[in-house]
Structure formats: C-alpha cells, structure tokens
C-alpha cells in the first residue's frame, strides 16, 4: 500500500527554518513529481512546490528564495527546506505525488488530479 509520511513540522520564530520531509512507501519514486501544498485555516489549499523525478522544480512567487524542494530518489524522499518563515507561512503541509505529472500546477487545484496525498505536518510560526 503506498504511503506518504510528511514529517519536521513544528514551532518556529519568524524568520527562523524547518525542513520538512515526506517519505514515500511502495511506489516507484523517481516517476513520480512531487508536490507540497498548505492549507491556512478557513482557507483552500494552495501550490507551494512541484519537483520532477528528474529534479525540476517550480515554485509560487511567493515562496521563491525561501522555500527549497528538493528530492533524494534513492530514499524515496522529498523535502521542503523552508528559510526566513513568515506570518503568512503557518499551515498544514502535504505532500502529494503524481505520476509523470508536470510541475506546473493546474488551478484550481483538484485533489483527484494526485495519485496519492500524505497526511500533513502542521508549521506554526511564531512572531
């Protein structure tokens, strides 16, 4: 059964870092693009990165030159190395893969269009 574990979520001070991770369980990872997305409370769930099984990545404006997705094919793994956080940064994180899929996310977004979600990792940023 495949299976995405998001995981390094936690507390941090604005401007401060985390680097969260979602491992992946039986699938052939390097087909697979990943994806993070967040969800604010009250909010709909937003585009944060995509990397290809190759390593080409996209990013929202708003997150390009803090946020850092990258992949390790031969752990399975994925990572979103977050710098300088924000207040408008907290949120739920997923990660999602996608088969072949481009890193040019389509919106709005359709959690259907994904092959397989992990649970989420809360990031809470304090001021």
């Known amino acids: 059964q495949v299976q995405l574990v998001e995981s390094g979520g936690g507390l941090v001070q604005a401007g401060g870092s985390l680097r969260l991770s979602c491992a992946a369980s039986e699938l052939t990872f390097s087909r697979y693009t990943m994806y993070w997305f967040r969800q604010a409370p009250g909010k709909e769930r937003d585009f944060v990165a995509a990397?290809?099984?190759?390593?080409?990545?996209y990013y929202v404006d708003s997150v390009k030159g803090r946020l850092t997705i990258s992949r390790d094919n031969a752990k399975n793994t994925v990572y979103l190395q977050m710098n300088s956080l924000k207040p408008e940064d907290p949120a739920v994180y997923y990660c999602?893969?996608?088969?072949?899929?481009?890193?040019?996310?389509?919106?709005?977004?359709?959690?259907?269009?994904?092959?397989?979600w992990g649970q989420g990792t809360q990031v809470t940023v304090s001021s």
């Open positions: 999602a893969a996608r088969i072949f899929g481009t890193v040019v996310v389509t919106l709005p977004i359709k959690p259907n269009d994904y092959d397989y």
């Open positions: 990397i290809s099984g190759g390593g080409n990545s």
